[in-house]
């Protein structure tokens, strides 16, 4: 298992299960790059500044192991790429993207799975969103960028390719 490792992918694509899953088997700590972007509250979730932000990501890569989780496309985001050993594009099948989002809205309404944020049907709907926006304009954008400075990644479709890659 890399040291480090930056797992991508889109809403509902299993980033944050896989990171669980992998923290829990290897003993690395994980983060979920929403968790650096928000301080969580018991009220509500307050936005870091910019500075703050950049400050806790810093503080996480320059770590000897971590998995981090978590696809933002912004600048921010580049120096995890960088210190990572691999990063890992979970690509799964849109529809079953979309089938998760689903599912996990049913599931927190039912107070069955936990949430970082509150679920609502605004949200709902701005994941749908935000995985058109992954599939048609972050992904390919992701890709040129690791192609372009030559970065280790490996893209991985379901389950079955994830357990073979780690197996």
Known sequence: MPDKVHIIGS???GKT??????S???GQPYYEL???VWKRGELRDV?????E???YLDEIVKTKRWIIEGSQYHNWVAKSFQHADI???LDTPYLVRKYRITKRYIRQLLGIEEANYTPSFRLFKKMFEW???FETDSKPKLLKSFQQENMDFIILKDKNEVEKYFN
């Open 11 to 13: 809403v509902g694509s």
């Open 17 to 22: 299960t896989l990171a669980r899953v992998l």
């Open 24 to 26: 829990k088997q290897y």
């Open 34 to 36: 929403d968790n650096v």
């Open 47 to 51: 936005r870091r500044t910019d500075e």
């Open 53 to 55: 932000r950049d400050a």
């Open 87 to 89: 990063v890992i594009l």
């Open 131 to 133: 995985n058109k926006v």
